[in-house]
């Protein structure tokens, strides 16, 4: 093994760096706060995929990085390793969220009933080119209820256990501290629940609707109905040095259930949850989870598979190497290859000698 | 499970909750006004930091790390030994320390009128805040129908 060093480089690499900056001119707080303000569900992909809640800071990475959402995760990765960790806080539950979408696929009248939200499923999607010339485009406003929905819905999944179509299922036993912790430790196989589920949070999305994708269409071995879909804030619940507990604030989630079909007497049923409203990576990521049990070692739903190629960063991050230096790997397969050609043409003439040295019939 | 300690309450959670989502400039402004006949007092922690939040599967029922949100914490003591604490999510070390300011105040005097108002003018934008917005959230209610 030899490495090439590369003279002249260094100011190279500076002068390619400010040019990248360059082009993204000068970044203010006014820049970011805009951001953050006007691009909720883009500051929720890069938090979710960070595996770090701060929409300012996401808004920060997206400035500086100019959109490139890879490197804005690695960024605020990577300055997620500078703060300490004070506290785990408690569970957060379903039945907790403070719900503002909530929908069945597969049930039409669960308890609670169902709240469409902000969403655009039913909308024709058309692009308001008006804006373009001069004409601002205004949201008419909503007609608010009379009454406030309700803070809190109910879990669909214990209404569907009390009515014997899930599988029972036991208590919660981890204390917070002894939750599998992935920022902490290696992913090994077969993971974890925990460790499964918390790498689904923090999945690139793209990656993981793809891959959910290729199971919806055939390549996996249960076809998904959204069970739940839910879009909430959850109540960030810390404790007091006194002991009180209390809410620090407020973090968006969604969470996602798939069922598909019976076994063995009860609804098969995946789930999957991250940080911010991003719908179809947790419906994507749900199917990952439900078509696990059976998935061949080496199929796109095998958990092996899909958990060490949506992880954004190690994905980014190797394929974006292949681009670095590599003439010293690069020659000695160019050395292989003209060896390889050097022989066969020695191979040939010597057979040709041969041939003619051959006595004639 | 989660370390079930002695507290100091539901109200106390309360109180400490509307105090960490408690409109920052107003609550800044009445620690600012606390300090001034509140002695001297000692910051043990300003910082920020990480809270990892779980959630619990509907699955199986398992905890696992949903990831972790940036809070910002103010730890602070008097004389006597009170303690104060404050700890909000978003990166404001001066939010976190003014909530503590007003929880030492608050821990050490009782509610008096001013920080008695403060609280209930904030749990009140918060309840209208959180009511507006669930009215419309309410309008997006659907009933569905099989033919």
Known sequence: MAYVATRGGEKAIEQAERLFRQDLGTIDAARVETIQQTMPYLIDRVMGEASLYSEELAALALAQTGGELSEAVLVLRAWRTTQPRIAIARPVQQDEILTQRRISAAFKDIPGGQILGPTLDYSHRVLAT???EGKPYAPPA??????PAPATQPSLADWQREQGLLAPTGEAKVAPEDIPDLTREPLLFPASRAHRLQ??????????????YSAMRGYGNAHPTVNELR?????????HPRGTEFSAGRVRVSQAEVTSKEK????????AATFGWNEVKVIAAATLDLNSAEAPVGSPVHEEFYLYHTESV???GFCIHFKLPHYVTFQSTLDAMRDAKAKKSAAEQKGAVERQTEPAE | MFNETPSGGPDQGAMLGILARARPERLKALAETLLESMGEIAVLTNRTGLVMVPMRDTVENVDFHLGEVLVSEAHITDAAGHIGYGMVTGRDLERA???AVVDLRIATRGEEPVTKDFLSE??????AEDEKRMRQVEATRVEMETF
Do not use: I, N, P, W
Request: proline share 0%; hydrophobic share 55%; charged share 25%.
């Open chain 1, 231 to 239: 879009l909430g804030e959850a109540e960030v619940v810390v404790r």
């Open chain 1, 264 to 271: 063995g007497g009860f609804l098969d049923l995946g789930f």
């Open chain 1, 142 to 147: 909503v007609e608010s209820a009379a009454k």
């Open chain 1, 199 to 212: 790498s689904l949070a923090r999945a690139e999305t793209g990656g993981v609707l793809a891959l959910g």
């Open chain 1, 130 to 132: 008006d804006v373009l």
């Open chain 1, 314 to 316: 190690e994905a980014s």
């Open chain 2, 97 to 99: 320390m003014a909530m």
């Open chain 2, 122 to 127: 904030e749990r009140a934008h918060l309840v």
